[in-house]
């Protein structure tokens, strides 16, 4: 287990580079295997989730390298096989390897995935997609077995009952190679699902929409990469040091952003009052300003992402009044709130609604990350307060932010990141 120490009463300056997306990423390494050839990413982020799905790579006989941001990936000598159950209970991402697997061998054996404890995270809308496609599917106590018949997959049409990012890339990665057109209605819109549609393009699949809610997909034979591919900066890292910077900063660029990705979060920091500077692709936030509570209700992409929901919420705690937040998509992602009270954070949630309000006796404690950005909101809560802040299971933060110590580092920002115990996951 990984501690992350943080000494309150430090401010943010100077600027930190975004990273390529985790949500894009952990989507494109299991596609890499539906190719032909080698393929190449950069900006690739620095995170757990990478490289946990290394492993799982290299369980399939297909190899791996990661250096400085690049990582090349050799599915030419892939080999069906067992995938580690303690990885694959590490990410949600795993789940990717069932379109992807389906994709390559028209078989797929995939333990059930972990990720974030947020509340239920049912996947009976993939297992509903690769039915259509034709595969029969088998739930088994920890695994899911997937299975066509001598024909292989077929493409269809499949309308989702719900919005699901997951859903609609497991599926994609499943049709791509399939027979036939498969129509996926009522899909995701979320800028990764893009990405991951320009990756898969850029090698010859044949994908129509992606970023609309119908995406039209034509199976091909055969995807070779002829170039390295530029993953998308990550929206919810760079909405997470905006929140911050704006909370606690003396004048912070965050750099290596697509503003557009982050349209409603950016109109919520506004709403508060928060002048921000927005060029092309760089944002200032100048810190200091006077703030205004809000009100926020997450939605599935172009609204607010359920994954700033947290991130935003000591940038609450400054503003002079109660906020609100609705998280329609995850109304149990409230595991930060009992450990923000301890720090004397003014929060709390009843009925499915968050009431966050002024909090200016902020204090530092030792205090549990169960997940992610339950963990980041913690950092941010701990730099406002006064004295030490103790995170323990920050292994979780590590799932998902870039080079964090060092990025903050770079802000004037000192954390301390210990390893407790023998660390089995990387
Ligand atoms: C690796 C990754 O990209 N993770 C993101 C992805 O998670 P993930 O893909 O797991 O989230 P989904 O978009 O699938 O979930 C959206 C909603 O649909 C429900 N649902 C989903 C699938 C299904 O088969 N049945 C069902 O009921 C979920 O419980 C949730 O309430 O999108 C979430 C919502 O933006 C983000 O918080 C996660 O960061
Ligand atoms: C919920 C998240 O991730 P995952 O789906 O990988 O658990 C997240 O990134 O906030």
Redesign the pocket.
Known sequence: MKKMIVKGGQKLSGEVTIGGA??ST??LIPAAILADTPVKFDTVPDILDVHNLMLILNSLNVTSHFNHGELEIDPTNIKAAPLPGNTIRSL??SYYFMGALLGRFGEAMVGFPG??N?????????IKGFKALGASVEEKKNAVHITTGPDGLQGARIFFD??????TINVLLAAVKAKGTTIIENA?K?P?IVDLATFLNNMGAHIRGAGTDVIRIQGVDCLRAKNTHTIIPDRIEAGTYLAFAAANGNGVWIKNVIPEHLDPFIAKMQEMGVHLQIDEDKIYVPGGDLLAPITVKTA?FPGF???LQQPLTPLLMQANGRSTIIDT??PERIKHIPEMQRMGGRISSKDGIITISHSTNLKGATVNASEIRAGVSLLGLALMADGTTVIEHADHILRGYDRIVEKFRNLSVNLQVITESADVSR
Not at 118 to 126: A, N, S, T
Not at 162 to 167: E, K, P, Q, T
């Open positions: 985790k949500n952990v989507a949600r991402a990720g974030d947020i509340g239920p995270r049912p996947i009976d809308q993939h719900l919005v699901s990012v997951g859903a995701a979320e990764e599935p992402a359920t994954d998509l995850y």
